[in-house]
């Protein structure tokens, strides 16, 4: 039996061998299992006084060795520890040494150790590793559950949604992403990638596209990738996405559009400016060559010094109060509407050529901080009239229609030869007309015929000869990326006389689908708010998820006041505690404002905030608070509070005291 033993230890424990520990360390036993592991005989690793395995030890590693060794010097214990081993014959072994240590009766410390062969498994996990540093694409593995979960998610994929390191007392975005995939998603965009997510799972086969993301800081990030379905090592199913940050090339096709759009603009309008409330600044982004402005193009210039100059320079005096007040309110974010059209304003001014005109202008909302002021001068028929005549009318629509900077418009010019060049279009439209990206892109280069240009489209040539008859036409499309019905809206300059001036085409679709998705929000809606811990806000069973954090520290603050108004002032000094209360932080706090209410819109749940006059509360009736079920003091709602209150803001220590001082 005790020669069975021994024939197990030599043969078939892997890598077993012995040591003695006392000075000076040394191997005394080794099996039959470590020389064919090593390609060493037994008098190559057996001395009385050096320790001769060490000396296979990788020189990169004998250091780390060492330092095992001397660590289990200190008593009985078990460790472990991977190092390298190089073989007689010069290759190299990974291992992980499994050694544990005994006292014997004399008080000698003695240790028997085993190997594991772990070459295979580090290779793999260098070329992988090696994949993720190298390749720049972000890659996640998620459940497949119909709220996924995200199993691993690599560095890459971090700094694309870039996820901020985790601070006390301060949400921890990756872990709520890793909570809930479809956070990481846009809300318009979660249909889209749920039914991908179902077409993956039930053809078993990838699918490719592009996606966009929202990132932690607000911003959104534009991706192409593919979702795979597998099933991993623990035998469950998992979906497996690998993209590309395609950022920086969508703002670049971005841009090009922009520069297409503003090709159309500058075919309608005489000057165009550009207004950034972020910056407080104004520039000239067109005007003609004989115009004042021309040697300011592009210079960015203060918005009240240029209107405090231009204003009694230029304007008459008759229009100057209704055109201050038109740019203060714009100023004040006073002048857009929810559906209604961009604000215009008429007005007279002296023209470059001295003579005092009368000139129409409109505000073009691009974001929430930029917006385009577009003006054109007014042909005067003798009268202090404007576009009498049936041909400015249809200009006028022509003017309407630019004004809506959505991603729904475009514009033609054809001329007087029936050949068309596209000068602007989106996505959107150009599906409408049966292109793709590619093949749009060199049509806005040449002019085509429009019998071959209209040939993919959803609409007869007939259809587009009746809109250059008649200079308005409607068509309806299937949108294939929503799967619903659109319609498209086109508008035709009229045909001057003689017919050789270029004619111009605008489209642009005139249904809201977001308006439709809120229809279909159910009526009865639960809202639940948790303050004990972090903030979060629950519509349902699903979490409100906020792109920007102002405005969720906003709802947060109007919670904790229960109730009660809070002034823009008083918000101001909460959510931003070390700057005082200015045109600054005010405009920076009606944006915050602004981006909750869209929030909450989207969710179908703006009643839960009343404003009036500026100032704001939260509706206490309409939703379901922790804070406010415990301030209740019935018995059931006793147990809620447990500490803590409000982690992610400071500010709310105030009434963290207050509920401390009631728990004792």
Request: glycine share 6%.
């Amino acid at each position: 039996m005790l020669n069975n033993m021994e024939d197990i230890l030599s043969r078939q424990i892997s890598g077993f061998h012995q040591y003695m520990l006392s000075e000076p360390a040394h191997v005394t036993y080794v099996s039959r299992n470590l020389c064919d592991m090593t390609g060493c005989t037994e008098n190559e690793l057996l001395h009385e006084s050096r320790d001769l395995y060490a000396l296979l030890v990788h020189p990169a590693d004998r250091k780390k060795y060492a330092a095992f060794i001397r660590k289990l010097s200190d008593g009985e214990q078990t460790l472990t520890e991977e190092y390298r081993l190089v073989r007689k014959d010069g290759t190299v072994l990974c291992v992980r040494d499994t050694f544990s240590t005994r006292k014997l009766e004399n008080g000698t410390l003695t240790g028997y150790s085993v190997l594991t062969d772990i070459s295979d498994l580090k290779r793999e996990n260098s070329d992988l590793q090696f994949l993720n540093e190298t390749i720049p694409c972000g890659f996640m593995k998620y459940t497949c559950e119909k709220q996924p979960r995200v199993t691993y998610i690599n560095q890459k994929m971090i700094d694309i949604l870039r996820c901020p390191p985790v601070r006390e007392g301060e949400l921890d975005y990756l872990e709520m992403y890793k909570g809930n995939i479809f956070l990481m998603v846009p809300m318009e965009e979660r249909r889209r990638f749920s039914k991908y997510l179902n077409r993956v799972y039930s053809a078993d086969a990838p699918i490719a596209g592009e996606i966009t993301l929202l990132r932690c800081d607000g911003t959104r990030a534009y991706v192409f990738g593919w979702v795979t379905k597998t099933v991993n090592e623990e035998g469950a199913e998992e979906f497996q996405s690998v993209c590309m940050d395609i950022t920086a090339r969508h703002q670049i096709r971005k841009d090009a559009e922009t520069k297409r759009y503003m090709k159309a603009l500058t075919d309608v309008y005489d000057k165009i400016f550009e207004f950034n409330l972020d910056s407080n600044t104004v520039k000239c982004l067109h005007c003609n060559d004989g115009s004042s402005y021309k040697v300011f193009e592009d210079i960015p210039m203060l918005i009240d010094e240029t209107l405090d100059k231009w204003i009694p320079d230029a304007v008459a005096p008759e229009s100057r109060d209704s055109l201050r007040g038109f740019f203060r309110d714009f100023c004040q974010k006073k002048l857009y509407e929810p559906d209604a059209k961009p604000p215009q304003i008429t007005y007279k001014a002296v023209s470059s050529s001295g003579e005092l005109k009368q000139y129409s202008g409109v505000f073009i909302k691009v974001d929430d901080s930029v917006s385009y002021y577009c003006c054109r001068r007014i042909q005067e028929t003798g009268k202090e009239s404007i576009l009498q005549t049936e041909n400015d009318e249809l200009k006028q629509k022509m003017k309407d229609l630019v004004m809506q900077f959505s991603d729904g418009i475009a514009a033609f010019e054809i001329s007087a030869e029936g050949l068309v060049k596209p000068l602007y279009a989106s996505d959107n439209v150009q599906e409408f007309f049966g292109y793709t990206e590619k093949e749009w892109i060199p049509l806005t280069e040449k002019y085509t015929p429009i019998e071959s240009f209209v040939a993919y489209s959803e609409a007869a040539y007939e259809d587009f000869a009746e809109l250059l008859r008649t200079g308005e036409a409607e068509y309806s499309y299937f949108d294939y990326t929503t799967e619903t019905e659109r319609k498209i809206k086109a508008i035709c300059s009229p045909k001057e006389s003689g017919g050789r001036t270029p004619r111009y085409v605008m489209l642009y679709q005139v249904e809201d689908t977001e308006k439709d998705g809120r229809k279909n929000l159910p009526e009865n809606r639960t809202v639940q708010i948790r303050t004990f811990g972090y903030f979060d806000v629950f519509v349902g069973e699903k979490p409100v998820a906020f792109r920007n954090k102002k405005s969720k520290e906003l709802l947060a603050l109007l919670v904790d006041r229960r109730g009660g108004y809070i002034t823009s002032e008083e918000a101001i000094c909460f959510l931003w505690e070390d700057e005082p209360a200015n045109t600054v932080t005010m405009s920076r706090y009606r944006k915050v404002a602004l981006r909750l209410k869209n929030t909450l819109e989207e969710y179908g749940i703006s009643d839960i905030v009343e404003s009036v006059d500026g100032k704001r509360r939260i509706v206490m009736e309409k939703v379901q608070c922790d804070l406010y079920q415990y301030c209740s003091g019935k018995e059931e709602y006793a147990g809620l509070f447990r500490g803590s209150y409000l982690t992610n803001y400071s500010w709310g220590e105030t009434t963290l005291g207050e509920l401390t001082n009631n728990l004792e």
